[in-house]
């Protein structure tokens, strides 16, 4: 059974740095693409960071970009979200999810396996 952990969230000031990572279990299938999304209190659950099985050209939502950074090994069947110059604006659950397939995707409803989720929350 595919299982994904999330680690290293917790309670940062504004400006601060966190790292997230997501840590696969159960794999049964090759190629895979893994994706992070957050949700905030009353809002919808959005896009934040995907990459693919090669690591190359990932994807990032607009909020994040430049200042968010995902990575992965596949050996460890892991990936990683690298949070720096944190906003009040970026508090919410971060949930790490993977589809079998080469490439991450933006879209939810693309991912077969979700982690339960980390809480993040940047003071200001």
């Known amino acids: 059974q595919v299982q994904l952990v999330e680690t290293g969230g917790g309670l940062v000031q504004a400006g601060g740095s966190l790292r997230l990572t997501c840590a696969g279990s159960?794999?049964?299938?090759?190629?895979?693409?893994m994706g992070w999304f957050r949700q905030a209190p009353g809002k919808e659950r959005e896009f934040v960071a995907a990459?693919?099985?090669?690591?190359?050209?990932?994807l990032y939502g607009d909020s994040v970009k430049g200042r968010f950074t995902i990575s992965r090994d596949n050996d460890n069947i892991t990936a990683y979200l690298q949070m720096n110059r944190l906003k009040p604006e970026d508090t919410g659950v971060y949930s790490c999810a993977a589809q079998s397939g080469h490439w991450g995707s933006r879209r939810t409803n693309e991912y077969e396996y979700w982690g339960q989720g980390a809480q993040v929350t940047v003071s200001s």
């Open positions: 990459i693919g099985w090669s690591g190359e050209m990932p």
């Open positions: 159960g794999w049964s299938f090759l190629p895979y693409g």
